[in-house]
């Protein structure tokens, strides 16, 4: 827990405070530490840094005569900065706290000085010096208020579960403000999904905000027979959960030319199996109805839209006029009217960062499948395309077919709209929506959060667009890309 004030008499009591702060800070974080000289900050510092690199404690040394140091390691890297001697705004303007912020988390000493260089959102550290004790006093600025009380409650709620839990490490989670852990234990590992952050705002695009639709979602998937983590604690009230842990076998990790087939398979038949069944629109599940929503055509129209209001300006700098911007939503809308009305359960995001291979499983059940709350009743098709135009990994056209192909072969169409002859226009139509949606997806993590991380798989999002352009249902579409686009998307 983190407490408001900390009365510390011990090396080890300060590792514990160290530790408890350590946990909640992420990339882009500040801490700034306030007290009189020989208080103990450099000491605290110390601590933290080997709280969130693992760098030995006698390896960190204090960054008073060079201003700044930067410890790296276990894909963390810290920045220790100490204001102590720097004297004006001049000699501040030569530290690039800007690059700081983005790179990695900020630690700085004598952060009072400047105070007001500092974001928004930090940690501010109070040491005291007393007669037999040292005084610290922790204080959240902005979102880190309710960022400590989440924090809190998330260690009470392992608390109550009386795991014996050994260490945590963070996992890399996707484009949301979910935060995954591994929790190693004295005889297993599990998984921890933190939802606190998650955004509970408008949301056209129906995206899951609640761990509930994720609860709900894998209790049926479960029901199934598709392969989903067990849940073994859940706290539905503060949006945490422990599952079972599904290994480091993700496809996008382990993909190659080599282990497609293998890998691919089971993925294509886990989508197979999903079709043969009649979903219902109302989920019993534990008791409990779950109302799917539905992949509906305004559902589309507003994920589609998030390219010409984010990957628009992104590339041309000025935002989209409002008729340029209505002629690109008529024609989608055009499109959308060639699309059957065919509905199944959609998972929405069934690509390599959500599939898991599962060696010991059988059949369909070697690929196990993550990350599934955005689920809704739509087109069967649209998972076909998260899985063989994969934004994150480069499917080249000989795999892009072999999976459309087994696809075809295998999906019952008496259940569906569509045949062989038409399917392929359904797969286009829904792979370039799907393609610039995630353009304007990524543009907008770039400008909105700054996280440029996306931006090196614009290129293959874009030559899959190519590929869908192919099809003589999107020639108007291809003609409004090439003359606001030149020839970036054209065929």
Not at 165 to 190: C, F, H, M, P
Not at 220 to 240: A, H, M, S
Not at 241 to 270: H, M, V
Not at 374 to 395: C, E, K, M, N, W
Request: charged share 25%; net charge negative; hydrophobic share 35%.
């Amino acid at each position: 827990m983190i407490r408001e004030k900390y009365k510390i008499t011990d090396i080890r009591e300060l590792q514990d405070l160290a530790r408890s702060i350590s946990k909640i800070l992420v990339k882009g974080d500040v801490v700034a530490l306030i007290g009189e000289i020989g208080s103990g900050k450099t000491t605290f510092s110390k601590r933290l840094i080997n709280e969130l690199t693992s760098i030995q404690v006698n390896e960190i040394s204090s960054p008073t005569f060079n201003l700044y140091s930067i410890y790296n390691k276990n894909g963390v890297q810290v920045n220790h900065y100490d204001f102590y001697r720097v004297e004006d705004s001049e000699d501040l303007s030569e530290i690039d706290l800007a690059e700081s912020y983005e790179s990695g988390i900020t630690i700085i000493e004598w952060a009072d000085k400047y105070i007001n260089v500092l974001k928004n959102d930090y940690i501010e550290v109070h040491i005291r010096e007393k007669r037999y004790h040292r005084e610290y006093q922790v204080i959240g600025r902005g979102n880190f208020i309710q960022r400590i009380k989440n924090a809190n409650s998330l260690e009470y709620f392992l608390e109550q579960t009386n795991l014996k839990i050994n260490w945590q490490e963070n996992i890399q989670g996707d484009a949301s403000k979910r935060k995954y852990n591994r929790l190693y234990t004295e005889d297993t590992t599990l998984i921890l999904m933190d939802s606190s952050q998650e955004k509970k705002i408008a949301n056209p695009t129906k995206l899951s905000t609640s761990i509930n639709d994720y609860i709900h979602i894998c209790k049926y998937l479960e029901k199934i027979n598709i392969r989903v983590p067990k849940l073994f604690y859940t706290d539905t009230e503060n949006e945490y959960l422990i599952e079972e842990d599904f290994g480091d076998l993700q496809y996008s990790r382990i993909f190659s030319e080599r282990n497609f087939i293998e890998l691919y398979r089971p993925a294509i038949n886990t989508l197979l199996h999903i079709t043969e069944i009649d979903h219902p629109r109302d989920l019993e599940v534990g008791g409990m109805t779950y109302k799917i929503p539905q992949y509906d055509d305004m559902t589309y129209l507003n994920e589609i839209e998030i390219f010409i209001k984010f990957y628009w300006p992104y590339k041309k700098g000025v935002i989209c006029s409002q008729s340029t911007q209505n002629e690109f939503m008529d024609i989608f809308s055009e499109l959308l009217g060639k699309v059957t009305s065919d509905k199944s359960l959609v998972l929405r995001d069934f690509h390599s960062p959500n599939l898991m291979f599962l060696d010991t499983e059988k059949n369909h059940r070697k690929c196990g499948v993550i990350d599934f709350q955005d689920a809704l009743t739509g087109h069967p098709i649209y998972d076909l395309v998260s899985l063989s135009q994969d934004a994150r990994v480069t499917i080249t056209e000989e795999q892009e077919n072999f999976l459309i192909e087994q696809y075809k072969a295998g999906v019952n169409y008496t259940n569906y709209n569509f045949d062989k002859s038409t399917i392929m226009d359904q797969y286009c139509i829904l792979g370039v929506q799907r393609s610039l949606k995630i353009l304007g997806i990524f543009a907008r993590l770039s400008i909105i959060d700054n996280r440029n991380d996306y931006i090196i798989h614009m290129p293959r999002v874009i030559h899959y667009i190519r590929r869908n352009m192919k099809n003589s249902n999107l020639s108007d579409l291809s003609n409004w890309l090439k003359l606001n686009f030149k020839e970036e998307f054209y065929v």
